[in-house]
């Protein structure tokens, strides 16, 4: 944008006739131009017309073309102009002049004054007094325009004007249209603050600029010579500031974040944000650390028909603490290669590394640090293929494990690769349905660490069944036959260089389904039995003796109760022998189906031991099992609540229990506990919440509370916690939160964020709106827009 005409207001440049003029009517379309005996004559018509439809039924309603959102560019020379006043002289097809409450409308563009002369052959508009221009929501007031309708090219001096993208308002000397779609505002203010009436009314916060430049086709705005104010306080002087004005994509520096970390020291970051394609952008995130030094980061993403990903990395030079170069990188990329095969292949990989064991403790928010187990960093790569009932994958997984010398892990084995076919049937004749697997797998890992030899690994696993069901009852037997073999590149204690395991399962499967309605405090409701047994048998297999790469124990919950196998994987099948009898009771609103409370129970009848244990373990002799005992209740739309407890008849006491409550009565207004203990390993309780401050101290305020606690009741300390206030002034937030992870068992990391957001502009300060975003459940953002602003919303 051209800004060197600053001086003397451009004149619009001249135009063609516009095609149509009339005086004000109440239709919403016009006819094409005529003469003024035509336009009588069409007046009488039209009022017969009515006459004689008096009697007509009404018409029915219909959606209008006129009601667009966007008029078409290639609708607009078409468009009738209607004027209106208390008095409207001139000449036909040449010049009309409008006086006392003057009105000039086209389109999605009014024009209010207190008169207004329009040259019809140069398509000019200048009015004065009381100027008023909507355009397409876009509302300007001031004393005095002149412009070119339907380019929209002209000046405004002394104007007011409000933005209805993001209900930003504003104040300028000048205003200069360069089209529909661009302005340049000079000596201009700019906020996003609701105005009050009063001479002495002034913004939270203010932008003011030598000139700003407003791009509604990019949605851009951009700020020369800009100075932000916060309270009158400046804040941000910089020469050129670029802002969005809405929440489309644009290249430029996002605003600085800044942290206090007690390893770390001031983290300063100066983010920016390349907006490359409407299917590629990245982001480079430079960050000075006050006691480690430079950090450069970065995120690229990218989107196409056939694939997609996000790379993520860092780069430390020289870490002043550790005196020894730093990095991580994270790589996530999906692909479909349609044409590859028959059937099609799809490639997904998931790469994740850092340089040193102590990354996971001095980064906490290091891009490859992503899960919750920070010290396994898994990197995998698929390519799978599937046609009709046959499927297949290949797999390489690597994993590198971060050890604390404190508290040393065994690392998990590697998979290099791992080759797997699979063909699966639901409509088999007889009703029967089954599949059947094959799996070829290298596992590798320190054997030094594992103490237990590396190996190739091959099974074929094949299963039938034959349900019947129907709306009251399902019964399901099911047969399954599992082979093994290994080769071994060590030999095991007996000496053995391989081994051979086959393993059959039988199993049934069968329940009923019971309902009645019932009335419940004073409420119908549809009350459910739902009785289930489920017996499954396998005869003991000798595995104790084989190494253990991939099994590990169930859960013992209501969803692993119903299964043949005790063990997860493939290395242990148990030897089984065991009834297993569960009930659950619903209440349903029986209008809409929803549940309204679940209640459940479950226990395992064993007939004969379990032989059959992982490393270290000892065989299952107890004949009854823990009870499962479980209720969830929805006590009102804002009430919620859940418990699990395993519960040992032998000692009279429960082993584990889990227990949640959520309360959620409004917008910005939530609260849920959660309660976890397993005897003799961990007893912890969660809270999160974001809640109004004003509810519990009184008055009247704009302070929100919002946190997450865990806390360790065997340890008697925190684990993790994230506790912070916010600030509505309704055109701006303000966000204070302090984070504290833990970081092994001798330390933790402890940041401070501080975040200031000016809506419609930008947010200053750390990530903290991310930090609550990802912790606490059900985070509201305070005053997000939901709907899309709409030019009818203003409509005159």
Not at 740 to 766: D, T, W
Request: proline share 8%.
């Amino acid at each position: 944008m051209d800004s060197t005409n600053a001086t003397d207001p451009p004149r619009p440049p001249r135009a063609p006739p516009f095609p149509s003029m009339h005086r004000r009517s109440r239709s919403r379309t016009a006819p094409r131009p005529a003469r003024p005996l035509a336009w009588f004559l069409a007046g009488l018509a039209a009022a017969g017309m009515a006459q004689a439809q008096e009697d007509l039924p009404p018409p029915a309603l219909r959606p209008s073309p006129a009601l667009a959102e966007t008029v078409p560019s290639e609708l607009r020379p078409q468009l009738p102009t209607f004027v209106e006043g208390q008095s409207i002289s001139g000449r036909p097809e040449l010049e009309t002049v409008i006086e006392g409450d003057a009105m000039l409308r086209r389109g999605d563009t009014v024009i209010r004054a207190d008169r207004i002369e329009y040259d019809q052959p140069q398509d000019l508009a200048r009015a004065r007094g009381n100027v008023r221009i909507n355009r397409a929501g876009d509302i300007f007031t001031g004393p005095r325009l002149e412009m070119n309708v339907e380019a929209f090219e002209g000046f405004f001096t002394d104007p007011s004007y409000r933005f209805i993208a993001n209900d930003a308002y504003g104040r300028a000397d000048l205003i200069e249209f360069l089209d529909d779609k661009r302005a340049v505002i000079r000596n201009a203010t700019y906020t996003t603050c609701t105005p009050e009436p009063g001479e002495g009314w002034l913004p939270e916060w203010l932008l003011t600029a030598d000139r700003l430049y407003i791009d509604n086709e990019e949605e851009t705005g951009l700020a020369v010579g800009a100075t932000l104010r916060f309270f009158g306080v400046p804040v941000l002087p910089v020469p050129v500031l670029s802002f969005p004005l809405t929440e489309k994509r644009k290249s430029g520096f996002l605003p600085p974040t800044l942290a206090l970390n007690n390893r770390s020291g001031l983290e300063l970051t100066l983010p920016y944000y390349w907006d490359i394609a409407p299917n590629r952008d990245a982001t480079l995130s430079p960050t000075i650390l006050s006691r480690r030094g430079l950090q450069l980061g970065g995120e690229f993403r990218y989107l196409e028909p056939g694939y997609q990903g996000v790379l993520d990395a860092s780069f430390m030079p020289n870490d002043a603490l550790r005196d020894r170069e730093r990095w991580a990188y994270s790589v996530r990329h999906s692909q479909y290669l349609p044409q590859a095969v028959r059937g099609g292949l799809s490639l997904s990989l998931n790469l994740n590394r850092v340089s040193d064991d102590d990354y996971w403790r001095d980064f906490t928010r290091s891009p490859a640090i992503v899960s919750l187990t920070q010290r396994l960093l898994a990197s995998e790569g698929v390519l799978a293929w599937g046609l009709g009932n046959y499927s297949a994958f290949a797999r390489a997984l690597r994993w590198q494990t971060l050890q604390d010398v404190t508290a040393p892990i065994v690392p998990p084995y590697d998979r290099m690769p791992q080759v797997q076919g699979r063909w699966q049937n639901t409509y088999l004749p007889l009703g029967l349905s089954g599949y059947v697997e094959a799996d070829h797998t290298q596992f590798q890992s320190d054997s030094r660490l594992t103490l237990q030899p590396n190996s190739q690994r091959s099974y074929v696993m094949a299963q039938i069944s034959r349900p019947w069901q129907a709306p009251g009852w399902f019964f399901t037997p099911r047969a399954q036959f599992h082979a093994t073999h290994y080769e071994f590149d060590a030999p095991l204690a007996n000496g053995r260089l391989s081994a051979d395991r086959t393993v059959p399962t039988f199993s049934l499967d069968a329940g009923l389904v019971f309902e009645r309605e019932v009335q419940l405090l004073g409420m119908s409701v549809l009350q459910t039995l739902e009785p289930r047994a489920f017996y499954a048998y396998t005869p003991f297999r000798a595995q104790n003796f084989l190494p253990n790469y991939d099994s590990g124990l169930h859960d013992f919950n209501f969803a692993t109760i119903f299964t043949e196998n005790a063990f997860v994987g493939h290395d242990r099948i148990a030897d089984t022998n065991l009834l297993t009898l569960g009930l659950i009771s619903r209440l349903q609103d029986p209008a809409t189906g929803g549940e309204l409370a679940r209640f459940g129970y479950a226990q395992r009848l064993r007939y004969e031991n379990q032989q059959v244990t992982l490393p270290g373990g000892a065989p299952v002799v107890d004949r009854f099992s823990d009870v499962l005992l479980g209720a969830a209740i929805n006590w009102s739309p804002t009430w919620a609540t859940e418990t699990t407890v395993q519960y040992n008849p032998k000692t009279d006491r429960s082993e584990r229990a889990t227990a949640g409550v959520r309360y959620h009565p409004g917008p910005y207004r939530v609260v849920s506990a959660a309660y976890r203990t397993q005897r003799g390993l961990s007893e912890q309780f969660d809270i999160g919440w974001q809640w109004p401050l004003q509810d519990l101290l009184g008055g009247e305020g704009r302070w929100y509370s919002v946190g997450r606690l865990n806390y360790s009741l065997k340890d008697n300390r925190l684990v993790d916690s994230i506790v912070g206030l916010e600030y509505d002034g309704c055109c701006w937030t303000g966000r204070v939160v302090l984070e504290r992870l833990q970081a092994g068992s001798s330390g933790a990391n402890k940041r401070i964020l501080f975040q200031v957001e000016f809506r419609g502009l930008a947010r200053l300060g750390s990530n903290a709106l991310g930090v609550l975003r990802d912790n606490i459940p059900r985070y509201q953002l305070l005053q997000q827009q939901t709907t899309t602003p709409s030019r009818f919303t203003r409509y005159d």
